[in-house]
């Protein structure tokens, strides 16, 4: 999973990401408890792809409905189930590869329980579209309705993660993670809603959620940044390549938010627009994917 360019002086690279996290109020662990952060770590991580998930295969869900790059997001929606299932798997039983101890709290087991019931509803949706190779209305709005739901559920399970192990992890670190989950789910979720907006389905409800969407996403960029409160705590601005990857994630903000107003208020949307929305949709999240990579290498080293 590490990436370090400079296999000469990895020990150097590795002083220099702890005394950063460090400053940025960590406390030094001993190796019992850098083991558990990294468990942690990704155990937050991996919760997060779920709620992720959720809204990734919605939205893929609704290009293979607009016959826009379908076959792209038919694999998009396999890929992502397939993994769903996987990631479910794996916070429950521990995953060797991502040094994940099988759960063994009452309270996050049962938060499981709560994501894995919501999925045995959504995932059959999902398949039919898998195996169909298409999706009218009638099944649109049915998926629709239940991985909204099953995100819920993902969140609250992160929720519990953080709460039942939260001296496990340095609170800054933890809070960044979950922050640039939230922002990968939400690169998904509002690019789905407006969509949803143009096509006048269900347009009030999408309407008021794709407002949501858009302010938490710019509110996540402003944590972040260091610019604004986080659970009353006030995080430290990112740095280094992180800082560089916020930054892309802002340029490609800066073109995408005008597409989404646009969508918002006109209700309308042209080949153009769809097609620069399905590349938007790639492109914001690689770069949160980016982000969320070099904060769980953080945690390896804490």
Sequence with gaps: MKNISDKTAPN?????????????GALAFSPSQAAAAIDISHKIKIAGDLRMFTQRMGLAVAFVMLDVEKDHYLAVLRDEYS???????????????????????????????????????????????????????????KIEKVNTQVMTLADSLIHRILTEYKDKL???????????????????????????????????????????????????????????????HMLPALEGELAAQLENSKAEWAKLKPILEKLDQSHQMDGDDAHQLAAEADKLLEVYDAILALLIKEAELV
């Design 170 to 232: 340095p609170l800054d670190l933890a809070y960044q993670i979950d922050i640039a989950g939230v922002q990968r789910t939400l690169s998904q979720k509002m690019i789905k809603e407006a969509i949803l907006v143009a096509l006048e389905f269900e347009v009030e409800a999408h309407h008021e959620m794709l407002v949501g969407s858009t302010q938490l996403f710019q509110f996540g960029q402003d944590k972040l940044a260091g610019k604004m409160l986080h659970n009353e």
């Design 83 to 141: 993994e769903f299932e996987v990631d479910i798997a794996a916070l429950r039983n521990g995953d060797p590869l991502y040094q994940m101890a099988p759960e063994e709290n009452k309270l996050v087991l049962e938060a499981i329980n709560t994501v894995e019931f919501g999925w045995s509803i959504l995932g059959p949706q999902l398949k039919d579209v898998i195996d169909a190779g298409a999706v009218d209305d009638a099944h649109f709005t």
């Design 12 to 24: 150097a690279q590795k002083l220099a990401v702890a005394t950063a996290v460090m400053a940025a």
